[in-house]
């Protein structure tokens, strides 16, 4: 008789967690840290911030995905890493300004993180002419961390 309910209990609590539809977590599933990915967008920006300020523009296309568009104020946004490349290599074959990036707070998950930097240009003199804030949607390609949205304004007033 105790043989066919202990044999009763085990069974039930067989299929008890057969039945189970939660996973069991072991502890080695990889956790998202936004303060990591926050420090890998931080150097994403310095990468950015030399390749501009150095006049590469390939270095500086390589920081955006495939995909990616770059959306300035004034002007239809660019579609493509060839097409953002070609862009910044027009900028660069004139005098070029000295950019500061302050990324100001990185959200998301291990999928996609949107940053909120400000951002000045310096002139040789170092007289700022230019400064705002942008908003930047990053994705991983290739493991890395890449822009995939771009968009950016000024806070100074329009030129008259």
Not at 2 to 16: G, P, Q, W
Not at 37 to 62: C, P
Not at 100 to 110: A, C, L, S
Request: glycine residues 6%; negative net charge; charged residues 25%.
């Amino acid at each position: 008789m105790k043989k066919s309910i202990y044999f009763t209990i085990l069974c039930a609590v067989i299929l008890t967690l057969l039945s189970c539809k939660n996973e069991v977590k072991t502890g080695t599933e990889p956790v998202f840290d936004l303060a990591e990915a926050k420090a890998a967008i931080e150097e994403r920006v310095d990468l950015f911030e030399e390749a501009l300020n150095s006049k590469d523009s390939i270095g500086l296309a390589n920081c955006y995905t495939t995909n990616a568009k770059f959306m300035q104020p004034n002007a239809e946004a660019v579609e493509g890493r060839a097409n953002i490349q070609k862009l910044f290599g027009m900028w660069m074959k004139g005098p070029m300004l000295h950019i500061r990036i302050n990324t100001v707070e990185v959200w998301g998950n291990e999928n996609m993180l949107v940053a909120e930097n400000t951002w000045t240009f310096i002139n040789q003199s170092g007289k700022t002419v230019d400064k705002g804030k942008s908003l930047e949607i990053y994705n991983k390609e290739d493991g890395v961390w890449k822009l995939h949205r771009d968009c950016y304004n000024s806070d100074m007033p329009l030129a008259k």
